[in-house]
């Protein structure tokens, strides 16, 4: 018998190619007259064009956006807030700048806007991920939820293929363990499934032609759907296990999410198989880890914590971290269990 709980997000959507044109238009929307431009270095030209196309509702640009928000950069940017007399922000970029906005919206309440331009997810969750003194605490709040989100994948284009395979299968990671989240529903599992399906069939078609706009659409469209469901219902084993190389060790995001993924899939794959079921109907295969595995070497993605910069003397700290608190898993998870896990990704095994 059914039983769930479902709260659908508040968040407004816009998809479409060129999109981006209605910014100006979607700052008066929600009732602001400056709003504070957000990007990396990185992207500092790209989010220049941004600022042209809000004209006169453009506070300024604020371009020291950095992977983990960290605390003082973001008290750099309120300060920006104050001395541009800014009443809302507009973040341009992947989940490091959403991750800025958040860390604005958070502490003073103006609304936000996002223009995402990788596949993280971050744009659609009520969470907010920061660091101080080396420590990485994870909030959640109303106030984090961005009010809008403009969806262009005209800005995906320039995402170097290396990043676009390792950010899709970052948010196939979010799909993957929503399918059997305890808290899962309906709505969630068939979001899962679709985003799941999206990107499988869109990150091959964009390691062949990484300018094939329709690709991108698809995937970002993906990527909307799994980004989705990471903020409505809770994660489990890879995420854990992400946050932990992430936050302790320094790992890059996505690639790590990208290595970790069918070996955390593997370990739960026989306590979730009927959950599970959707991954092996999209990717033809029983094992749903080998069939992850499978796909990630397909499109060119790094299989093995080493060549990101893991060290193999590591992996027992990072078990002991990622076992020191208990946190809900379709199943057990032990200490032991963990170090072997790690130390095959650590390898680069295929499941
Ligand atoms: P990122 O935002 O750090 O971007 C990586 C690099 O790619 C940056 O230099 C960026 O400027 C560049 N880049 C982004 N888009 C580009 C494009 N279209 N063309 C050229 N260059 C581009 O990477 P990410 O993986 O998107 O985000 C990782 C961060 O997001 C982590 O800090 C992670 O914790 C956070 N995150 C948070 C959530 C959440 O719900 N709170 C969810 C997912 C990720």
Known sequence: MREFDYQGSPARIRFGAGAR??????????GCKRALVLSTPQQANDAGA????????????????????????????????????????????????????????????????????????????????????????????????????IYDPEL???????????????????AAEALYARD????????????LRALAEALPRIAMAPRDLSA???ALYGAWLCGTVLGTVGMSLHHKLCHVLGGAFDLPHAETHA????????????AAADELRPLSAIF??????AAIHGFAVKIG???????????????GRAAEIATANPYWNPREVTRADIHALLAAAWRGDAP
Request: aromatic share 4%; charged share 20%.
């Open 156 to 174: 995906t284009l320039s995402l170097p293929v290396p990043m676009t395979m390792t950010s899709g299968l970052n948010a196939m990671a979010h």
């Open 184 to 195: 899962r529903n309906p709505i969630s599992s068939l979001m899962a499934t679709e985003g």
């Open 216 to 218: 991108r659409s698809d």
């Open 301 to 315: 993605a790094p299989t093995a914590l080493r060549e990101i910069g893991f060290r193999e003397e590591d992996i």
């Open 50 to 149: 941004i600022v042209n196309l809000l004209a006169d509702r453009a506070a300024g640009l604020f371009t020291q956006a950095t992977m983990h928000t960290p605390v003082e950069i973001t008290e750099q940017a309120l300060k920006a807030m104050r001395d541009n007399d800014a009443d809302c922000t507009v973040a341009f970029g992947g989940g490091s700048t959403t991750g800025l906005g958040k860390a604005i919206a958070y502490r003073l309440d103006t609304p936000q806007i996002v223009i995402p331009t990788t596949y993280a997810g971050s744009e659609v969750t009520p969470i907010l991920g920061q660091t101080q003194a080396g420590r990485k605490e994870t909030v959640r709040a109303a106030s984090i939820l961005p009010e809008l989100v």
């Open 21 to 30: 044109a209605g910014v100006a238009e979607a700052v008066e929307a929600l």
């Open 284 to 289: 033809g295969e029983t094992s749903p880890g």
């Open 259 to 270: 290595i970790v993924l069918p070996h955390a899939i593997d370990f739960n794959a026989a």
